[in-house]
């Protein structure tokens, strides 16, 4: 076994991030440890796939300087290592494979939130999707694929979130021949009861919802104009209930839903204008209006945003907005997938800790939703090549970072996104005011009143 004693790989060593044990089990768990003494050893592999997430304006070899400059043990068999080519890396990342990352990812990912974050007893989570450009080699445009209108093969990853702390609980990927719609279905194991789960449009069929209300799950889709729901009753809230009709008679029975229309009407209050959205229908197998209003539920929708935030986070803060991916062989595309959502769970795991532990003397509480993963991300990095009897300390100055840093909640806008001020002027703010406009139905003579 390696003898990582005097490993500096900073935080990355923490008990609430990847310790040496853990990446050594994972490598013993996918077989993947060298029989002979190598130049390049697995957990140094493992460890660079993290840290390639960590410094992505570097390239590989630089990457792995900064982690064998704190890691001598496993670099001491390797004269030159610091001219070690780049294909011997990109080969030695091949031969440890995405089994390692997937094992370390799920064993991060999970439900951060207490009992607090939930709504009425129900942990409320979200389901998206995003795309990722991967170099456009012929191994992977033979894998993934794209569209016409890519010059690089595509990767979709479909994921659900923890709408209030942002964290991963499971992600799927696949080519990008293979759609969203079909992809969630790989999802529907980490569903369960206790949950309310989100979706946006394009989720919603009677497929899949038959299926993912079979794993006890609440539900909350929002579907298209198009979609057709018949009212066959309308509830005392003005809400109503609908058939969700199979496709085929194979699978099964219609499934009885609730349905909530409503938009939202913008009013400026310097300039006395009103406009109304578009009409928004959501679809809900919670069919009590007692046990779930139609504004909770409306308002709740609004949550789902927060995995648009994570996938931000995942490109852009963690990213570095890297166009393309590095890999150009779909075994180490893969593993970079997994490295990615392991670095986003390192740094959400070690800021929860810094909010509780390290919280500033009759400082006011925070939560994991303030987070700037950005400069988290900025502060794990600089722990990198500190020696691993220093977490005490590393913790601490990753901690006032946080703290110093923190995101406030956004506030109301002030003015048009689209409105610029001329050079040499100075644009006008101004309040806008939501307010959501429920549409109520009327139950006509032909429909029986909810009692």
Same mark, same amino acid.
């Given at each position: 076994?390696?003898?990582?004693?005097?490993?500096?790989?900073?935080?990355?060593?923490?008990?609430?991030? !990847?310790?040496?044990?853990?990446?050594?089990?994972?490598?013993?768990?996918?077989?993947?440890?060298?029989?002979?003494?190598?130049?390049?050893?697995? +957990?140094?592999?493992?460890?660079?796939?993290? *840290?390639?997430?960590?410094?992505?304006?570097?390239?590989?070899?630089?990457?792995?300087?900064?982690?064998?400059?704190?890691?001598?043990?496993?670099?001491?068999?390797?004269?030159?290592?610091?001219?070690?080519?780049?294909?011997?890396?990109?080969?030695?990342?091949?031969?440890?494979?995405?089994?390692?990352?997937?094992?370390?990812?799920?064993?991060?990912?999970?439900?951060?939130?207490?009992?607090?974050?939930?709504?009425?007893?129900?942990? +409320?989570?979200?389901?998206?999707?995003?795309?990722?450009?991967?170099?456009?080699?012929?191994?992977?445009?033979?894998?993934?694929?794209?569209?016409?209108?890519?010059?690089?093969?595509?990767?979709?990853?479909?994921?659900?979130?923890?709408?209030?702390?942002?964290?991963?609980?499971?992600?799927?990927?696949?080519?990008?021949?293979?759609?969203?719609?079909?992809?969630?279905?790989?999802?529907?194991?980490?569903?369960?009861?206790?949950?309310?789960?989100?979706?946006?449009?394009?989720?919603?069929?009677?497929?899949?919802?038959?299926?993912?209300?079979?794993?006890?799950?609440?539900?909350?889709?929002?579907?298209?104009?198009?979609?057709?729901?018949?009212? +066959?009753?309308?509830?005392?809230?003005?809400?109503?209930?609908?058939?969700?009709?199979?496709?085929?008679?194979?699978?099964?029975?219609?499934?009885?839903?609730?349905?909530?229309?409503?938009?939202?009407?913008?009013?400026?209050?310097?300039?006395?204008?009103?406009?109304?959205?578009?009409?928004?229908?959501? +679809?809900?197998?919670?069919?009590?209006?007692?046990?779930?209003?139609?504004?909770?539920?409306?308002?709740?929708?609004?949550?789902?945003?927060?995995?648009?935030?994570?996938?931000?986070?995942?490109?852009?803060?963690?990213?570095?907005?890297?166009?393309?991916?590095?890999?150009?062989?779909?075994?180490?595309?893969?593993?970079?997938?997994?490295?990615?959502?392991? !670095?986003?769970?390192?740094?959400?795991?070690?800021?929860?800790?810094?909010?509780?532990?390290?919280?500033?003397?009759?400082?006011?509480?925070?939560?994991?939703?303030?987070?700037?993963?950005?400069?988290?991300?900025?502060?794990?990095?600089?722990?990198?090549?500190?020696? *691993?009897?220093?977490?005490?300390?590393?913790?601490?100055?990753?901690?006032?970072?946080?703290?110093?840093?923190?995101?406030?909640?956004?506030?109301?806008?002030?003015?048009?996104?689209?409105?610029?001020?001329?050079?040499?002027?100075?644009?006008?703010?101004?309040?806008?005011?939501?307010?959501?406009?429920?549409?109520?139905?009327?139950?006509?003579?032909?429909?029986?009143?909810?009692?």
């Amino acid at each position: 076994m390696d003898d990582l004693g005097g490993a500096q790989v900073g935080l990355l060593a923490h008990p609430l991030a !990847v310790p040496q044990e853990m990446v050594q089990a994972a490598v013993d768990a996918e077989g993947v440890r060298e029989k002979k003494r190598r130049a390049l050893p697995s +957990v140094l592999i493992v460890y660079l796939n993290l *840290a390639l997430w960590i410094f992505p304006d570097q390239g590989m070899r630089a990457c792995l300087r900064e982690l064998a400059a704190g890691m001598p043990q496993l670099v001491a068999g390797l004269a030159e290592w610091r001219n070690v080519a780049s294909t011997s890396v990109s080969e030695a990342r091949e031969r440890v494979g995405p089994g390692v990352m997937w094992h370390l990812f799920s064993q991060l990912a999970g439900p951060m939130g207490g009992r607090d974050s939930r709504w009425w007893g129900r942990r +409320v989570c979200a389901v998206d999707g995003t795309e990722l450009k991967v170099p456009d080699s012929e191994v992977n445009a033979g894998f993934f694929a794209g569209p016409k209108s890519s010059p690089f093969p595509v990767l979709r990853l479909v994921a659900l979130a923890e709408c209030h702390t942002r964290s991963v609980i499971n992600a799927v990927w696949p080519a990008y021949s293979a759609g969203e719609r079909t992809l969630v279905h790989r999802l529907l194991p980490a569903f369960g009861t206790g949950m309310l789960v989100i979706f946006d449009r394009g989720f919603c069929s009677h497929l899949f919802f038959r299926d993912a209300a079979a794993t006890g799950a609440d539900l909350l889709f929002r579907v298209s104009a198009s979609f057709s729901l018949a009212p +066959v009753r309308v509830l005392e809230d003005g809400t109503y209930l609908a058939r969700l009709n199979p496709r085929v008679k194979r699978d099964g029975q219609p499934i009885t839903v609730r349905v909530i229309e409503y938009s939202v009407a913008s009013t400026t209050t310097t300039i006395l204008r009103r406009t109304t959205s578009e009409v928004f229908c959501l +679809v809900t197998n919670l069919l009590n209006p007692l046990e779930a209003p139609a504004p909770a539920l409306i308002g709740l929708y609004r949550q789902r945003w927060s995995i648009e935030t994570v996938f931000k986070a995942l490109k852009v803060d963690i990213g570095a907005a890297r166009p393309v991916l590095r890999s150009a062989r779909p075994e180490t595309v893969i593993a970079e997938i997994w490295s990615l959502l392991a !670095v986003y769970q390192i740094l959400l795991r070690l800021a929860g800790a810094a909010l509780i532990g390290h919280r500033p003397d009759g400082g006011p509480s925070a939560g994991p939703g303030e987070v700037s993963i950005k400069n988290a991300h900025g502060a794990l990095r600089r722990t990198i090549g500190q020696a *691993a009897d220093r977490l005490g300390d590393m913790m601490k100055a990753f901690a006032e970072e946080v703290w110093a840093t923190l995101v406030p909640a956004r506030p109301p806008r002030t003015a048009p996104r689209k409105r610029k001020a001329r050079r040499g002027q100075k644009s006008p703010t101004q309040t806008v005011k939501h307010t959501i406009i429920m549409h109520r139905m009327r139950p006509p003579t032909a429909l029986p009143q909810a009692a």
